[in-house]
């Protein structure tokens, strides 16, 4: 693989659950003009499920190309991110969810995908759950999620150019590229 002359800049938006993200993000992807690429992480196995996914279908356009990946999420960023494209990752949540769930190893998986961040040499958008606002879960798989979920958030935070948090639809920068935070 030869490094790219400039990586091309990662934003991480995170919140809850309806706040709003997944259509920030979306906003944020066609802004840029360039040819939107949709990396879809959701496993469908219900009805209330396949809900969900219509509705982020349904407000896409034909502008969209889609890709589903359920487990190498690098592996997909890799292929898709160009300076021409702009890849969009709904959501990191779901793919942790399929790691966890097919018995993958949690930290290198989080560590394979920040490594490729580092160097990709397109935009990508990165949408995640920030899942530690509540309760503390009362089963050991839904903590070990949760506390997944806060050090994967963590550790592409850290890689980010820029992170932002969205809260009733309103954005909430945490970080800003180092330019535009002057």
Same mark, same amino acid.
């Given at each position: 693989m030869s490094l790219p002359a400039q990586r091309g800049p990662v934003t991480l938006i995170l919140g809850g659950a309806r706040s709003g993200k997944s259509r920030f993000a979306e906003s944020l992807a066609l802004e840029t003009g360039l040819a939107p690429v949709y990396v879809a992480t959701a496993s469908v196995h219900d009805e209330e499920m396949r809900a969900r996914v219509h509705d982020h279908q349904t407000r896409r356009d034909t502008r969209w190309r889609t890709v589903e990946v359920l487990l190498d999420l690098a592996g997909a960023i890799e292929a898709e991110a160009t300076p021409k494209r702009i890849v969009l990752v709904d959501c990191?949540?779901?793919?942790?969810? $399929?790691?966890?769930?097919?018995?993958?190893?949690? @930290?290198?998986?989080?560590?394979?995908?920040?490594?490729?961040?580092?160097?990709? @040499?397109? @935009?990508?958008?990165?949408?995640? $759950?920030?899942?530690?606002?509540?309760?503390? @879960?009362? $089963?050991?798989?839904?903590?070990?999620?949760?506390?997944?979920?806060?050090?994967? $958030?963590?550790?592409?935070?850290?890689?980010?150019?820029?992170?932002?948090?969205?809260?009733?639809g309103l954005p909430l920068d945490l970080k800003l590229p180092k330019e535009s935070a002057r």
């Open positions: 990191l949540t779901l793919w942790l969810t $399929n790691v966890m769930l097919g018995g993958g190893d949690v @930290p290198e998986a989080a560590e394979e995908l920040a490594a490729t961040l580092a160097w990709i @040499p397109g @935009p990508v958008i990165l949408v995640s $759950n920030e899942v530690g606002f509540g309760i503390v @879960p009362d $089963n050991a798989l839904a903590r070990a999620f949760r506390d997944h979920q806060g050090r994967l $958030n963590q550790r592409l935070a850290a890689v980010a150019d820029r992170v932002t948090l969205v809260a009733a």
